[in-house]
């Protein structure tokens, strides 16, 4: 997300917009993560048949993963933006801690502080990568030419 990207629809919009993306996105490439598996574990003449049983069982399950962990996310930086009053990148850092520590929060606060941890690190790459590109790949603006002592300025039309 670029910083200060005012044109996003307000935040209840947004993460209904994130979780269906997310669980879109999930959903594609565990069908077909899954229909490949699913394929190459099925005997010669059934593969199209065990490809599309696999596709039917497990990619809906990764569609849902996806979203949950996409709306969870859009949900705590909605949250964070409004608590901060600021758009930079430690928002994406605190949302996915919290988003890590969420999802991992049934299996105990050891296993839940590591997958916070984990997460806010993954989204601090994220984060740092885009910043690197950004820089990057900014076109540099040109130094402006100040007319000297005594000449004219031009008019403009």
């Known amino acids: 997300m670029s910083h200060g990207d005012h044109s996003r629809d307000p935040c209840p919009y947004v993460i209904l917009n994130d979780f269906g993306g997310a669980f879109a996105m999930g959903a594609i490439g565990g069908g077909i993560w899954h229909g490949i598996k699913g394929a190459?574990?099925?005997p010669r003449g059934e593969r199209l048949l065990g490809s599309m049983s696999a596709i039917k069982a497990r990619a809906?399950?990764?569609?849902?993963?996806?979203?949950i962990w996409g709306g969870l996310f859009s949900s705590f930086d909605c949250a964070v933006k409004g608590y901060r009053q600021k758009e930079d990148p430690w928002n994406a850092i605190i949302s996915g801690f919290l988003t890590g520590g969420t999802l991992a929060f049934r299996t105990g606060p050891k296993s839940a502080l590591g997958s916070a941890v984990g997460c806010g690190i993954l989204l601090g790459v994220f984060e740092g990568v885009g910043v690197l590109m950004n820089r990057m790949f900014a076109q540099p603006i040109p130094p402006m030419q100040l007319p000297e002592q005594g000449q004219a300025?031009?008019?403009?039309a």
């Open 40 to 42: 190459r574990n099925s």
């Open 153 to 156: 300025t031009p008019a403009l």
């Open 60 to 67: 809906p399950v990764i569609g849902g993963n996806f979203g």
